[in-house]
């Protein structure tokens, strides 16, 4: 039980089910403060995929939305071929929040108040967005994403073991995810940078050992008990 529980939580068929009420709660937000003239920044993971879209000569506004439901269809195709079944265990779905508040509380005793979302401080329901929109967004560019194609590259450059190339690459992942909380109003400092960088060590170990899910579920935990704290 406990076996086939961590096996399948870390999948990415569970993965994709757990992380998506973080993918409706922060469009049915950004929806709904635009549509009511609240004043509000769309997460700046989400801000980056548009961006990179853009630079394709696309319209990139929805990009980001876009692709997780893309991926959430093939996941579903690709489970229901392989495995035969849409059955899901709830339990799972239960324990993997669990395991994932656990995390968040580890990493709010050494942070303490350092939020891990990247935007403007509007306010508590911006904030609320931001750091739903982290958790998904954030996750699945610096640890989805950029460490899977840093360990590629590194091991095709530099011709370093698997192993090798993944600590190099979720060192290099955790730089850029420091560095990018900087992109906009707030200042640079040793501390909050080095610790922002520690936090991208410690999620980027969750992603490795437990997956997508669990690690974006962290993520935005943690930023919620940070804003609840602060307001």
């Known amino acids: 039980m406990l076996q086939d529980y961590f096996s399948k939580s870390k999948s990415l068929f569970y993965s994709l089910l757990i992380t998506l009420p973080l993918f409706l709660i922060y469009e049915m937000g950004i929806f709904f403060m635009f549509q009511t003239g609240i004043s509000f920044a769309k997460n700046g993971g989400d801000v980056l995929i548009e961006e990179f879209i853009k630079m394709l000569g696309l319209n990139g506004y929805y990009a980001a939305s876009s692709i997780f439901i893309a991926v959430l269809f093939f996941i579903l195709i690709s489970q229901r071929k392989n495995f035969k079944t849409f059955n899901i265990n709830y339990n799972y779905l239960f324990f993997m929040t669990i395991e994932s508040l656990a995390y968040a509380y580890v990493l709010l005793f050494f942070l303490k108040n350092i939020y891990l979302f990247q935007g403007e401080n509007f306010n508590w329901l911006s904030n609320f967005i931001l750091s739903i929109g982290a958790g998904l967004y954030e996750e699945l560019i610096f640890r989805f994403l950029l460490i899977f194609i840093l360990a590629k590259s ?31 109003e707030e200042s640079f400092t040793p501390i909050s940078f080095t610790l922002r960088f520690l936090a991208g060590i410690y999620l980027s170990t969750i992603y490795i050992n437990r997956g997508f899910g669990i690690v974006a579920l962290t993520h935005a935990f943690y930023d919620l008990f940070v804003i609840f704290r602060l307001t």
Do not use: N
Request: proline fraction near 0%.
């Open 154 to 184: 590194i091991s095709f450059i530099l011709k370093t073991k698997e192993f090798s190339s993944l600590i190099l690459s979720i060192v290099a992942s955790s730089i850029l995810f420091s560095t990018f909380h900087y992109i906009g």
